[in-house]
């Protein structure tokens, strides 16, 4: 479970988009771009640790190019479109040309953040937040540079053509494309274009009937020649429908019938590019640090080859087994957010090497972790029967592929892994360091006397935030279940449901999954859990001085943490979309119910006012008093975390969903007016930071670190050095898969037949 910062400073100029747009659908001239620096961490490696960590590298790296299909029918048109041009001429060299063709230097920078972007988010819809963005200059200007470029002169038909498939989609911005979705309200590559939420929900009932993970699937809708509905649930391995030896898969792979529809289980998803992840995971085998990793990766290999979860899953143990490694990674299918249903995992892997001086304060987290879970507000039985002592690390980021980066990761998300084998968490140190540093006037929303005690104390405040939020909010608490043998994992008689006075009415019965079960509310839900337990916990003086903070600077951070969460509420309200009545993004809507819990709370703890700002434009005020934290805020996240824990533990969807979807309403009622207010968010917002990653290079036996500086075309630049040997092989790969699937969407409909 990813963890991405609790406050995103807004305070963006408002961008004429020119026709097309409002200044949401676009990046911004002036966007921040950063570095990843773990120059001091690589060269700490040996010799034999950084060939493992290029390797599994370069095969997360791979890997992440799936994402592209993961996203939209347009993605990897656009992506192989952009390096075939940057590959033929370096962003300064294009900058000749585009200039020469009639560009403003405004528009070539348009065009640089755009191409950025999409290498950024893998995709042309952003991580955070699944909104489209578009080029910030005319369509027919573009057409203009590209197709005079001197890729377009080496090879002009095969340019012509992959600006044709794109260019429309590039640009449009017809209500359904605005948006990641599922049927009428939005785009999505997890689905069929046809597919609607109820074909979601059967397929996940038919999945949990066969004991199949949804995690590395898609899902196809068509119709037999019957008449009836007909089903393809596609898992992504190297593997495809040939005759094969017999495997734990192979006898999955076959037509099902199912409540009056058909279901075929086929394989063979991504297939040349898992392929590609799999020769350099056996190649990182070779230079592995002990037998964990060996049977982690081997794992991991046939899990990638046979599309199998369950070899994932055993590949997962091993990890966990694998504590203080001084090169972490992670890899597969992960992530749910951007799957509308809530069930399928996004691509990413990521590699990273131990920051000590951090993990050894996290060290002493994890020691004090069985007394603080004894804090929180809900009885021992709905507590795991035994804490599995985790690994919990602050790495420094090598490589992080697939749409976007987290600050933290609490993995892995298989319920039954994290309830018998236990997980780890990560803080990614050198992301924080960069990603969420924060400039006075760009400080959107609170008063003048809180904005330097803000920024004086968001970077440790969030530390300890992210600490409690990965370790004690995604690592507590129990599901209760009946195995597939009747047995129960609680004692029926002697639990207590604290809420009703009641014993336990409801359960998770075999088969069924936390994701599976509460589907579309699930990441938010958890992730706000996770949230409010790091708000509850870091009251305690215990965790604060384990951090090294007493006294007055206690207290400081206790404050800042809290104003950052209700702040955070506040700006959330960028990723609501109220033409659909949705949220975009997991982790700011849980922070809104946060809000929305603590507003509730009363007497005065938080208040916030519409204003008028300096500017003479719409603004607003948050404020938090900080001695009512403890009288009123304290018992108020109490109750709330015990109602979510409860409703957690005992499956009860019906209740769950209803309580959190009551504080995730948006509407117009005093004395907030929340709807209202979104136009000001709007208004004020300020776009993501991108991060410029690294690349590795193997030379002769050593291996090298390439840098780049923080900028559109230092970005750029590290994506065009990223596959040296194959770049354009991958790229037609990726337009021949998206060929090949590109009847399943409406458009783009003329995708052309044979290469792209």
């Known amino acids: 479970m990813g963890e991405p910062e609790a406050g995103s400073e807004f305070a963006m100029r408002a961008a004429a988009a020119g026709p097309m747009a409002d200044a949401q659908y676009i990046l911004p001239n002036d966007i921040g771009v950063f570095s990843l620096d773990c120059r001091e961490a690589f060269r700490l490696l040996s010799p034999t640790e950084r060939l493992y960590a290029h390797h599994l590298s370069r095969a997360a790296w791979y890997g992440g190019l799936a994402v592209l299909l993961q996203t939209s029918p347009e993605a990897p048109y656009i992506y192989a479109l952009l390096s075939r041009l940057f590959r033929a001429q370096d962003p300064d060299q294009l900058r000749q040309h585009a200039l020469a063709e009639g560009l403003t230097e405004e528009e070539y920078q348009a065009f640089l953040v755009y191409a950025a972007g999409v290498y950024s988010n893998m995709g042309n819809y952003k991580s955070f937040g699944d909104t489209k963005f578009v080029p910030n200059l005319p369509k027919e200007k573009l057409e203009r540079v590209i197709l005079g470029t001197k890729a377009a002169q080496q090879h002009p038909e095969e340019v012509r053509s992959l600006w044709q498939t794109c260019r429309e989609l590039m640009f449009s911005l017809e209500p359904r494309l605005r948006h990641l979705g599922l049927g009428k309200e939005g785009i999505t590559t997890y689905f069929s274009g046809d597919c609607t939420m109820e074909d979601a929900k059967l397929a996940q009932d038919f999945l949990d009937s066969q004991n199949l993970s949804a995690y590395n699937t898609r899902l196809f809708k068509g119709v037999s020649q019957d008449g009836k509905p007909c089903y393809e649930v596609r898992l992504a391995s190297v593997l495809g429908m040939e005759p094969a030896l017999h495997s734990e898969m192979t006898s999955k792979l076959k037509s099902y019938e199912f409540r009056g529809s058909h279901f075929q289980v086929t394989r063979g998803d991504y297939a040349p590019i898992l392929q590609k992840v799999v020769e350099h995971l056996e190649k990182a085998k070779a230079y592995a640090a002990n037998s964990q990793q060996e049977q982690m990766l081997a794992q991991y290999i046939e899990s990638f080859t046979q599309g199998s979860i369950e070899a994932h899953k055993r590949g997962s143990r091993f990890w966990i087994q694998d504590k203080g490694p001084i090169v972490e990674s992670y890899i597969g ?45 809900w009885p021992p039985a709905f507590e795991k029967d035994k804490f599995l002592t985790p690994d919990f690390t602050s790495l420094d980021v090598l490589t992080f592929s697939g749409s976007g980066i987290p600050a933290g990761i609490n993995i892995p998300n298989y319920d039954d892994l994290r309830q018998t084998d236990g997980f780890k968490n990560v803080s990614l140190g050198n992301v924080l360091a960069v990603a969420y540093a924060t400039q006075r006037e760009k400080l959107t929303f609170l008063e003048e006397e809180d904005k330097d005690l803000y920024i004086r104390w968001k970077g440790p405040s969030f530390d300890v935030q992210v600490g409690l939020h990965e370790l004690l909010g995604h690592g507590s608490g129990k599901l209760f279940v009946q195995d597939e043998k009747g047995a129960f994992n609680f004692d029926q008689e002697t639990v207590i449901n604290p809420e009703t006075g009641e014993q336990i009415q409801s359960w998770y019965r075999s088969g069924e999954t936390w994701d599976s079960k509460f589907s579309t509310i699930a990441s938010s839900y958890e992730e706000c859990r996770a949230e409010s337990v790091g708000l509850y916990l870091c009251l305690n003086r215990q965790v604060l001085e384990i951090f090294g903070f007493e006294g007055a600077d206690a207290e400081d951070v206790i404050y800042v943490n809290w ?21 975009r993004q997991a982790h700011m809507q849980a922070r809104f119910v946060i809000l929305r819990v603590l507003l509730e709370a009363g007497e005065g703890l938080v208040t916030v006012t519409p204003t008028t700002g300096a500017d003479g434009r719409p603004d607003a005020q948050v404020r938090l008093d900080r001695n009512k934290i403890r009288p009123v805020g304290k018992p108020a996240l109490e109750r709330f975390l015990r109602k979510l824990q409860v409703l957690k533990s005992t499956g009860d969807v019906a209740r769950g969903r209803a309580l959190y979807e009551g504080y995730a309403a948006v509407t117009d009622a005093s004395p907030e007016c929340f709807l209202t207010l979104r136009d000001t968010v709007l208004l004020r917002k300020e776009s993501r930071k991108l991060i410029v990653q690294p690349n590795t290079r193997l030379e002769g036996s050593e291996v090298q670190l390439l840098e780049y500086e923080a900028s559109a075309a230092g970005l750029i630049r590290s994506f065009s050095e990223r596959f040296p040997e194959d770049g354009p092989e991958l790229e ?17 409909s003329e995708a052309p037949s044979g290469q792209a």
């Open 732 to 748: 037609e790969v990726l337009t021949q898969l998206a060929t090949a699937d590109a009847r399943f969407w409406k458009s783009p």
């Open 563 to 583: 104003l950052n969460m209700v702040r955070a509420g506040l700006l959330a309200l960028e990723f609501y979309t109220p033409e659909t009545s949705s949220w």
């Open 333 to 377: 299918f992960i992530e749910s957010y951007r799957d509308p249903f809530g069930s399928r995992g996004e691509f990413e892997g990521f590699v990273a090497m131990v920051n000590k001086a951090m993990s050894a304060k996290f060290e002493c987290l994890v020691a004090s972790a069985e007394q603080l879970l004894k804090e929180l507000p």
